[in-house]
């Protein structure tokens, strides 16, 4: 139990405005007549809001019942600990966290929160989260593609020299001076999990242009490779978790026009004139798993077929450059005096730069150095592990496979 006290109440709420993001009286009132007023409001109003406040802090006047929801608002207390002058101490239902702002639909609200002093939207709360991984969570693809649209976050940046851990993802948000943390950018960065929780988002909001700006087909990896540097895939998995999981069931799960573009090839680039690279979705094997699994008849069919092209489509590639690299070499020593360079020799020196990587389906081959043109390519190919009762879908996932299996038993060739 407590009494109210002006004075008590008064030396309260001036520690509370000193502490909060608008520092003073003026900037506090403006912000109380914006909150009760809208912009209904003039330079006089400003003026008698800041001599009543003054006049509430030195317990000359006591708070209006209309004044208590407000201040509790702007302040992040509750009405009984403004009362109270401190001494009753309630969670406040106005107080904003990154959890409550995750799930408003409000842009003001978003912005208000975004641009406080204190930056709570650069850094995340107790349990380690921020506004990005709640609002991911609560689906609110309202907010976070306002947040997209407006610069102040991106999953997917501009200069391609960041595509390491992830695709240079960031916040325009401006840190406090050095001294305070602010470390949403990092996280940004480091993170590109989350990423595959917004493709999963805007598969369910039918957003098929957030899927381009967000790279949805792609991986940092694809800008880290090339047919000369395989080596690195030796060890290579692809990225696994729970989002990743989530973004595979929204793909299965969509319409035809999501499916096509996930089974569309798609080029890629590192730096500016280096060797392209042309790819197909990394996990649309278990893409298709789950359309033959959930019995999408039709839709199994034709991205079965989509599948077997692009694998042919790498498989003629791939003869073609070792077919070249025979004929080069049978040039090369074709006035050699020596039994060594036989037709076993030409074909070990053709196929002598071709790798699989059968547990992710990437291929990689280059030319032998002294080959005219020499050139090479690195890519990827599909296989399924699902099977089916329908006949017509059956026939196709075995196609597939021996398709893929091609490329497992030319490398193992090459490699006895």
Not at 95 to 103: E, G, L, P, Q
Not at 215 to 235: C, F, S
Not at 247 to 257: F, G, W, Y
Not at 260 to 288: H, M, N, R, W
């Amino acid at each position: 139990m407590y009494k109210t006290d002006n004075t008590l109440i008064g030396r309260h709420l001036s520690d509370l405005i000193k502490r909060s993001p608008y520092g003073n009286d003026r900037q506090f009132g403006i912000a109380y007549l914006k909150e009760r007023d809208g912009s209904n409001y003039n330079l006089d109003d400003i003026q008698k809001m800041q001599n009543r406040i003054c006049q509430i802090k030195k317990g000359n006047k006591g708070i209006q019942i209309e004044d208590l929801p407000i201040f509790s608002k702007l302040l992040g207390v509750s009405c009984e600990d403004i009362i109270s002058g401190g001494k009753a101490l309630a969670p406040s239902l106005n107080r904003k966290t990154n959890y409550s702002i995750s799930f408003s639909k409000d842009p003001k609200e978003w912005e208000d929160y975004i641009n406080r002093e204190d930056k709570p939207f650069l850094n995340p709360d107790e349990f380690g989260k921020t506004v990005i991984d709640y609002a991911l969570e609560a689906g609110n693809f309202k907010l976070l593609k306002y947040l997209m649209d407006q610069g102040y976050i991106w999953f997917v940046g501009k200069d391609k020299k960041d595509y390491y851990l992830g695709f240079g993802a960031g916040t325009s948000v401006k840190r406090r001076n050095i001294g305070y943390t602010d470390i949403l950018d990092v996280m940004l960065k480091e993170q590109d999990d989350l990423r595959f929780r917004m493709i999963s988002l805007a598969i369910e909001n039918k957003d098929f242009d957030m899927l381009t700006e967000l790279k949805a087909r792609e991986l940092p990896l694809l800008y880290t490779i090339n047919p000369v540097q395989h080596w690195t895939l030796r060890d290579t998995t692809l990225p696994s978790s729970p989002n990743v999981t989530g973004m595979i069931e929204s793909i299965a799960s969509s319409e035809n026009t999501a499916l096509s573009y996930f089974f569309d090839e798609f080029e890629t680039e590192a730096e500016k004139d280096a060797l392209k690279s042309t790819y197909v979705f990394p996990y649309a094997g278990q893409v298709l798993d789950l359309l033959i699994r959930s019995r999408r008849i039709s839709e199994s069919k034709r991205f079965l077929e989509k599948a077997i092209s692009h694998n042919k489509e790498v498989q003629n590639h791939l003869l073609e450059l070792v077919d070249k690299s025979r004929e080069n070499c049978k040039e090369l020593y074709r006035d050699a005096k020596s039994d060594y360079y036989d037709a076993a020799y030409f074909e070990r020196e053709a196929w002598r730069e071709y790798y699989f990587y059968p547990d992710t389906g990437f291929i990689a081959y280059y030319m032998p150095f002294y080959s005219k043109n020499t050139t090479g390519f690195i890519t990827n190919v599909i296989n399924v592990t699902a099977s089916s009762n329908n006949p017509e879908v059956q026939f196709l996932i075995d196609e597939l496979k021996e398709t893929y299996n091609t490329f497992i038993k030319q490398f193992e060739k090459k490699e006895a």
